[in-house]
Structures are given as C-alpha cells and as structure tokens.
C-alpha cells in the first residue's frame, strides 16, 4: 500500500530554514518522480519541487528557485525539501505526492509558518 508521511513543518523566523521529510514506503521512490506542493490558507495547491528518475532530476517552482532544495535518499526512501531563506509568503502546508499508475497519492501534509 502506497504511503507518504511528511514531517520536519514548523514555525521559522523569516530568513530562517527547515527541513521536510517525505517517508515513502509501498513503493521505490527511484522509479517514481516526488513531488513536493504547498497550499496556503484561501489559495489553490501548488507545485514546489520535484526529483524524478534514476538520474534524480530536479524541477522548481520559480518562485523557491535558489532558495529551496529537494533532495532523496534511496536507501530511506525518503525524499527531502531544505527550505532556506524563508519568507512569510512561504506559510503553508506542504505535501508530498506521487502518481502512480494514473492515481495520484498525497501525504498528510506538515505545517509550515514563517513569521515576519
């Protein structure tokens, strides 16, 4: 059974950092792409970060570009987002995501508040 547990949210000071953690379990995250996504109160979710392929590809929002960093071990099958430099406007949970023939599959989400 596909599982996604994200962890690492919490508050921050604006400039300061955090670092999310995607615990993948029901299948190998080497072979499926990891999507990180946020949602912020009143707003639609959306796209941060993702690493796909054998090669880890990386993709970027533009709006985290340069400050944000997604990152996996495949021994823990854990994926990771390092958030520097953060800022108000990055307030939101954050879930991770995989799709998987077809279905998408989402975490629960951690919580995360900058504070200006």
């Known amino acids: 059974q596909v599982q996604l547990v994200e962890s690492g949210g919490g508050l921050v000071q604006f400039g300061g950092s955090l670092r999310l953690s995607c615990a993948a379990s029901g299948f190998t995250i080497r072979t499926y792409g990891v999507r990180w996504y946020r949602q912020a109160p009143g707003k639609e979710r959306e796209f941060v970060a993702s690493?796909?392929?054998?090669?880890?590809?990386?993709n970027y929002a533009d709006p985290v570009k340069g400050r944000f960093t997604i990152s996996r071990d495949n021994a823990k099958n854990t994926v990771y987002l390092q958030m520097n430099s953060l800022k108000p406007e990055d307030t939101a949970v954050y879930y991770c995501?995989?799709?998987?023939?077809?279905?998408?599959?989402w975490g629960q989400g951690t919580q995360v508040t900058v504070s200006s």
């Open positions: 690493i796909i392929g054998a090669a880890g590809s990386t």
């Open positions: 995501n995989v799709g998987i023939w077809s279905r998408d599959y």
